[in-house]
């Protein structure tokens, strides 16, 4: 082999094995490219990058640590400024908000708005609030929460100060750069605190769900998301209920599925599906972990991006998937300042040595450990995106952000942190204990094997929702906290096709009553 040979096999052989985990998966490699918001033309195509992101926590040691005494303020910068450069790359960024902003720093649901600041600096612009988190706050504590992300330019869907808001901005539709996308919202609750029953907060119901895909479709989107608050904390795998819920919100139109709440990631998926008579395989995600995780427990500190590139042909109008990537997360906890401060990093950088050199070799290697068990289980149908991101990549973006008081994906609407009238300083949370409210369920079948029911041919059942109870599957349908109304359904829909039904009585989630109503 001569000279010129062998140069050229241990290039080929070095980019390979860049580009080629241990895992056998594809790693795409690439540069940082800000398109600010002008419309990105490639030949006879436009492009749309769409970055998700998974939960946002934010805890009261958290809080504290970020709270200045000497300037009294709080600073949340360090947070997230290690992946605020993958962020601000999306022109659509979106993240699950698990926490609010109601001014009250006695509220164990309430972060600073100074913490509202940092997440759009980051280049977040829409947060999904349906979730078992929102429903611990009152409606007034909602309505503060939309105003104070709406000052920041950030929007938020999923939860609705009441029905006429929901119905002027639901679906919501995004246009940017000529597409337009729709975003969709909703989460799985086995129960309400009473304490949230004056406001709107999309539950994963079936029936809602076919209704507002309509409403979706007839807007002829280029693209549509739906993004889901399921599952249990720190469940391995997706239920079957998971499952066939998300191959009936894929047959209603949906491109992809998104889900949180397990607070790990959880498995990827491609599922095929007929829509309008074709069959499709479509993305589903059914946990993206955290972003930031309230806890310091190991296996909630590793998380994921969702980096999505759709394309436009400006000539016919279609609209096709581009690179479908993730990128792995750590929460790290280092000393800044004397205090213990949370950073988010992004895996690859500090594993290859680009970045955030000082970690200890025994985080490094916990960091690994769980980003290995994150490329196992999103590498199998979607490949590990990698950036050049580097300490000095961080200091340039932070550098623009304090020039320009905005994220790079969103100039024309800067905001500076001097027109932000400072929080007030860390205080006790004062626990919020709310009463349990007795919930009201239709129990059609009660069967020692789980089977699928097919709701396109039994129409009447869908939404229903299988637990185990007593070693036995319960097939439910309903959930209200109002007797007359379960009632009332009963005798309407399913007293007359199933003679064995019945009313079961739920209080703070455990099954205490059941009830076969009369005439």
Known sequence: MNKKSALYFWSFLATFLLTTSVLGQRILVRPMEYTGDEPARQDSFRKLHIVIAGNIYKSQEQIKNAYDSTERKFDFSPELKHVNPIMNIGDVVLAQLKTSFQADP?????????????????????????NKNTINIEKKSLVRTQKAMNVFDIQTTGAFADNRERNGNYPLIIEKK????AVLNYASLARRPSISFDYVIN?????????????????????????????????????????????????????????????????????????????????????????????TEDRSKAGAFLDIEIHKN?????????????????????????????????VAAVEFGDMYKTMTADEKKKMIQYAFQTRRTMGRYTDEIQYNLTDITVEDMEESTQLTNSPMNNRFNPFSEKN??????????????????????????????????????????????????????????????????????YFRVIKPRYKQSFIAVYYDGRRIKEIIPKD
């Open 420 to 489: 932000l009238k400072a929080s007030a300083p860390p205080a006790a949370k004062v626990e919020q204990k709310n009463l349990g409210d007795t919930v009201y369920r239709i129990q059609f079948y009660d069967l020692s094997k789980l089977i699928p029911i097919d709701t396109t041919y039994y129409d009447h059942l869908k939404g229903y929702e299988v637990l185990k109870e007593s070693d036995s599957y319960k097939y439910l349908l309903g959930n209200s906290t109002s007797y007359k109304e379960i009632k009332e359904m």
């Open 203 to 295: 539950q994963l119901d079936q029936a809602q769900i076919e209704r507002d895909m309509k409403v979706a479709r007839d807007q002829n989107p280029d693209y549509t998301i739906v993004y889901v608050d399921w599952g249990d904390n720190f469940q391995d795998y997706p239920s079957l209920n998971q499952e066939t819920t998300a191959k009936f919100i894929l047959e209603q139109g949906a491109d992809l599925i998104v889900g949180t709440f397990p607070n790990t990631i959880k498995k990827t998926e491609l599922i095929e599906h007929y829509y309008k008579g074709e069959i499709r395989n479509k993305l589903v995600v059914y946990s993206l972990g955290n972003l930031i995780s309230e806890s």
């Open 178 to 181: 000529g597409f337009k996308i």
């Open 106 to 130: 006695s509220s164990p649901y309430s972060a600073p708005d100074e913490f509202a600041l940092s997440i759009k600096y980051a280049g977040i612009n829409l947060c999904m609030l349906a």
């Open 314 to 346: 400006n000539f016919t109008g279609e609209v096709k998937e581009g690179d479908i990537g993730f990128i792995p997360t750590w929460n790290h906890y280092d000393t800044i300042n004397g205090k213990m401060r949370l950073q988010v990093l992004p």
